[in-house]
C-alpha cells in the first residue's frame, strides 16, 4: 500500500480500533504527500517543529481555494484555535483571564470537591450492577456535568449539550478533495453549531443583567488589558471549551479504562501506589491520547519539512497520535508504563495551541480513574475491542462494556 492512500486508511472506520499499526508504518516516511496534496506528519521531531513554527497557520482560509476543510468550517462562530496571532493571543488571553492563573489561579482546584462528590455519586449508582457501561454510566455524565456547572448552564439543560456535542462530533474528520461524509451529518453538525451558538448567546445575556460566580459571568463582565471579547468571540469561545472541555476528557477516562483493563498488572500497582495516578494520566495521553490528529494546519510559504517541500496552501495534517509513539523519541513506545520518565507527549498538543482546558482535564480524569479502580471489584473487558464512535480526531470507545462482581464501599 502507498503513502498516497494512507489518508483513506486512517479515515476508514475498519481501522478505528487499531491506527497504531498504520502510524508505524506512517512513520518510515515522516512527510507524506498524499494523492489530494493534503501532507502528512508522523513524526515527533517534525510535529514539535511545526507546532512551534510561526510560518504555520491555524487559520483555514489561507488553505488554497476550493478546500473542504476549509469550507466545513465556513459559518461557525470565531474560536482561538482557528485564529493565528495577534488575534489568537488576545482573545485567548480574555479567555484565560477567569478560567485560571495567573488572575484566577485556584479556580480549578477550587472544582477538586466537586468532581469527587459527582465521580462518588456516579460510582454508588453502580451499585448492584454486574454489568456496566463506562460510557453511558460514567465517562459522559461525569465531564459534561463538571463543564456544565463551570460555565454556568443551568443542570436541566444538561442534556441538550450532550444531543449537540455528539452531532458535532460524529461528523468531525479529515475533509480532504475527493473524500465522501453523509450530508445528512454534516448539516446536522451545523445545525447544532447553531443551536448551541444561539443558547449561549442568551444564556451571555443573562449573564450581563445578573452576573454569578460562574465562568461566563466572568468573561461577559472581564475588563482585561486587551478589553471585552467581540459578542461572536465570546459564543465561540463557549461553543469551544464546552466541546474541547467535555468530548476530550469522555475520551481520556474511557481510553483510560480501557487500557487499565489490558494491562491488569498496571491497574494492580496504581491500587497499591495511588500516588502514581498523575503519571499513569500522562502517559495516557500518551499512550491512548483523546485527540489523534491535527488537521487545519496550513504552511503561510513554502516550507521543507524532513526534505520535502511543502507549497504554501498545502493541507497540512499533524498525526499527534503517531508522534506520541515515535521510538525516536519513546523508548519501548507501544509499552504502557505508568511510571514513564521524561513523557513529553502530544496528549495536550504543544505550543501556543496547546490545550486550554489540560488542566480541568487532568484533575477530572485523574480523579474518575482512582475511584473506578479503587472501588470495582474484579473489573473485565465484556468485549475486546469495544465499539468505537465515528470519528478518526477525537478518537474513543462509543460504548465500554465491562463486567464486575460488585462496588466496594
Known amino acids: 500500500m502507498t503513502n498516497e492512500t494512507m489518508l483513506q486508511r486512517i479515515n476508514d472506520f475498519a481501522n478505528r480500533h487499531d491506527p497504531y499499526p498504520l502510524y508505524a508504518e506512517l512513520r518510515s516516511t515522516p512527510v507524506a504527500r498524499q494523492e489530494d496534496g493534503a501532507y502528512l506528519v508522523s513524526t515527533y521531531r517534525e510535529i514539535k517543529a511545526l507546532l512551534h513554527d510561526p510560518r504555520i497557520s491555524s487559520d483555514l482560509s489561507h488553505r488554497l481555494p476550493g478546500d473542504p476543510q476549509a469550507a466545513q468550517a465556513e459559518g461557525q462562530p470565531p474560536s482561538f484555535i482557528r485564529m493565528d496571532p495577534p488575534d489568537h493571543d488576545r482573545v485567548r488571553r480574555q479567555a484565560m483571564r477567569p478560567f485560571g492563573p495567573p488572575h484566577t489561579p485556584d479556580r480549578i482546584a477550587r472544582l477538586h470537591d466537586e468532581i469527587a462528590r459527582v465521580t462518588e455519586g456516579l460510582v454508588n449508582s453502580m451499585e448492584g450492577q454486574s454489568r456496566i457501561d463506562v460510557v453511558e454510566d460514567f465517562a459522559y455524565p461525569l465531564p459534561v456535568s463538571v463543564i456544565c456547572r463551570l460555565l454556568g448552564v443551568p443542570r436541566e439543560d444538561e442534556h441538550r449539550f450532550r444531543a449537540w456535542a455528539d452531532r458535532i462530533v460524529s461528523s468531525t474528520g479529515v475533509r480532504t478533495r475527493g473524500s465522501?461524509?453523509?450530508?445528512?451529518?454534516?448539516?446536522?453538525?451545523?445545525?447544532?453549531?447553531?443551536?448551541?451558538?444561539?443558547?449561549?448567546?442568551?444564556?451571555?445575556?443573562?449573564?450581563?443583567?445578573?452576573?454569578?460566580?460562574?465562568?461566563?459571568?466572568?468573561?461577559?463582565?472581564?475588563?482585561?488589558?486587551?478589553?471585552?471579547?467581540?459578542?461572536?468571540?465570546?459564543?465561540?469561545?463557549?461553543?469551544?471549551?464546552?466541546?474541547?472541555?467535555?468530548?476530550?476528557?469522555?475520551?481520556?477516562?474511557?481510553?483510560?479504562m480501557l487500557t487499565l483493563l489490558r494491562y491488569p498488572e498496571a491497574m494492580e500497582r496504581l491500587r497499591r501506589e495511588p500516588e502514581l495516578m498523575p503519571s499513569a494520566v500522562e502517559e495516557l495521553l500518551r499512550f491512548e491520547p483523546p485527540v489523534h490528529m491535527l488537521?487545519?494546519?496550513?504552511?503561510?510559504?513554502?516550507?521543507?519539512?524532513?526534505?520535502?517541500?511543502?507549497?504554501?496552501?498545502?493541507?497540512?495534517?499533524?498525526?499527534?497520535?503517531?508522534?506520541?509513539?515515535?521510538?525516536?523519541?519513546?523508548?519501548?513506545?507501544?509499552?504502557?508504563?505508568?511510571?514513564?520518565?521524561?513523557?513529553?507527549?502530544?496528549?495536550?498538543?504543544?505550543?501556543?495551541?496547546?490545550?486550554?482546558?489540560?488542566?480541568?482535564?487532568?484533575?477530572?480524569?485523574?480523579?474518575?480513574?482512582?475511584?473506578?479502580?479503587?472501588?470495582?471489584?474484579?473489573?473485565?473487558?465484556?468485549?475486546?475491542?469495544?465499539?468505537?464512535?465515528?470519528?478518526?480526531?477525537?478518537?474513543?470507545?462509543?460504548?465500554?462494556?465491562?463486567?464486575?462482581?460488585?462496588?466496594?464501599?
Open 295 to 409: 488537521p487545519q494546519r496550513t504552511p503561510l510559504t513554502d516550507i521543507e519539512i524532513a526534505g520535502v517541500t511543502v507549497p504554501k496552501g498545502s493541507p497540512l495534517i499533524l498525526v499527534l497520535a503517531a508522534g506520541s509513539r515515535d521510538p525516536g523519541r519513546f523508548a519501548d513506545p507501544d509499552h504502557f508504563d505508568p511510571a514513564r520518565a521524561d513523557n513529553q507527549h502530544f496528549g495536550f498538543g504543544s505550543g501556543i495551541h496547546s490545550c486550554f482546558g489540560a488542566p480541568l482535564a487532568r484533575l477530572e480524569t485523574q480523579i474518575a480513574l482512582s475511584a473506578m479502580i479503587r472501588r470495582l471489584d474484579n473489573p473485565r473487558l465484556a468485549e475486546d475491542p469495544p465499539p468505537y464512535r465515528p470519528s478518526p480526531v477525537l478518537r474513543g470507545p462509543r460504548h465500554l462494556r465491562i463486567e464486575c462482581d460488585g462496588v466496594r464501599a
Open 180 to 256: 465522501t461524509f453523509s450530508e445528512d451529518d454534516e448539516q446536522a453538525r451545523k445545525e447544532a453549531i447553531t443551536e448551541m451558538g444561539v443558547y449561549m448567546a442568551g444564556l451571555l445575556e443573562e449573564r450581563r443583567a445578573s452576573p454569578t460566580e460562574d465562568l461566563m459571568s466572568g468573561l461577559v463582565h472581564d475588563n482585561g488589558p486587551d478589553g471585552q471579547m467581540a459578542p461572536m468571540e465570546l459564543i465561540g469561545s463557549m461553543v469551544l471549551l464546552f466541546i474541547a472541555g467535555h468530548e476530550t476528557t469522555v475520551n481520556l477516562i474511557t481510553n483510560g
